[in-house]
């Protein structure tokens, strides 16, 4: 089932809401926690996010020309380069001002605004502890995905079949079924977590 692009938006514009509330109230250590991406504290994280609301589209070309097209490389250098000229409160400030900005990643949609802002959201929230993304807005993050648009994370799913116990999610078609949070099939899918039973490998 393909979800209308207004109700896509409309849990984007949510998802930014409710982080920018939870950020608000981090205390200078917490913004310097390590979150689930490697390498980056919730700084970077949160720097990352707002990068397309500060870059102008030139920058960003120049940027990714000097990391030989490699975005991971370049995401890398910006959200580090913007963490060390700008605050903690600035960056929330970013954020708070483009909570209905209508940026969508190339190719990616809506849909792929909704993923960004969510599985990065996750990367701030689990290693503090703080309240998780409600699981229907990860029901839409997943839906019709069947974890295809999660192959480049690495994942393998082969034999497996995901089950959210909180929300309608299933992903994968294997006769060995997983049941956990919809946010844990989210963190699995994006090799944030490892399988139940399996090394993480990525």
Same mark, same amino acid.
């Given at each position: 089932? $393909?979800?209308?692009?207004? $109700?896509?938006?409309?849990?984007?514009?949510?998802?930014?809401?409710?982080?920018?509330?939870?950020?608000?109230?981090?205390?200078?250590?917490?913004?310097?926690?390590?979150?689930?991406?490697?390498?980056?504290?919730?700084?970077?994280?949160?720097?990352?996010?707002?990068?397309?609301?500060?870059?102008?589209?030139?920058?960003?070309?120049?940027?990714?020309?000097?990391?030989?097209?490699?975005? !991971?490389?370049?995401?890398?250098?910006?959200?580090?380069?913007?963490?060390?000229?700008?605050?903690?409160?600035?960056?929330?400030?970013?954020?708070?001002?483009?909570?209905?900005?209508?940026?969508?990643?190339?190719?990616?949609?809506?849909?792929?605004?909704?993923? !960004?802002?969510?599985?990065?959201?996750?990367?701030?929230?689990?290693?503090?502890?703080?309240?998780?993304?409600?699981?229907?807005?990860?029901?839409?993050?997943?839906?019709?995905?069947?974890?295809?648009?999660?192959?480049?994370?690495?994942?393998?799913?082969?034999?497996?079949?995901?089950?959210?116990?909180?929300?309608? #999610?299933?992903?994968?078609?294997?006769?060995?079924? #997983? $049941?956990?949070?919809?946010?844990?099939?989210?963190?699995?899918?994006?090799?944030?977590?490892?399988?139940?039973?399996?090394?993480? $490998?990525?």
């Amino acid at each position: 089932m $393909t979800t209308d692009t207004a $109700t896509l938006q409309a849990a984007t514009f949510a998802e930014r809401e409710r982080l920018v509330g939870l950020l608000a109230g981090l205390t200078p250590e917490q913004w310097a926690t390590p979150s689930l991406c490697e390498g980056w504290r919730v700084r970077e994280v949160v720097a990352h996010i707002t990068m397309a609301y500060r870059i102008s589209g030139p920058a960003f070309f120049a940027g990714l020309l000097r990391s030989w097209f490699r975005f !991971h490389r370049y995401a890398d250098r910006a959200a580090k380069a913007d963490t060390a000229k700008l605050t903690d409160a600035q960056l929330l400030e970013v954020l708070r001002e483009n909570i209905r900005h209508p940026w969508q990643p190339p190719g990616g949609g809506q849909a792929g605004a909704l993923s !960004h802002d969510v599985i990065h959201g996750l990367d701030i929230t689990e290693p503090l502890c703080l309240p998780p993304v409600p699981p229907e807005r990860i029901a839409l993050v997943l839906d019709g995905s069947g974890g295809r648009d999660f192959d480049y994370f690495g994942v393998d799913l082969r034999g497996t079949r995901l089950i959210a116990t909180d929300a309608e #999610v299933r992903v994968g078609d294997g006769p060995d079924e #997983v $049941t956990m949070p919809a946010k844990d099939v989210l963190l699995v899918l994006t090799g944030r977590r490892p399988m139940p039973g399996r090394k993480r $490998t990525v």
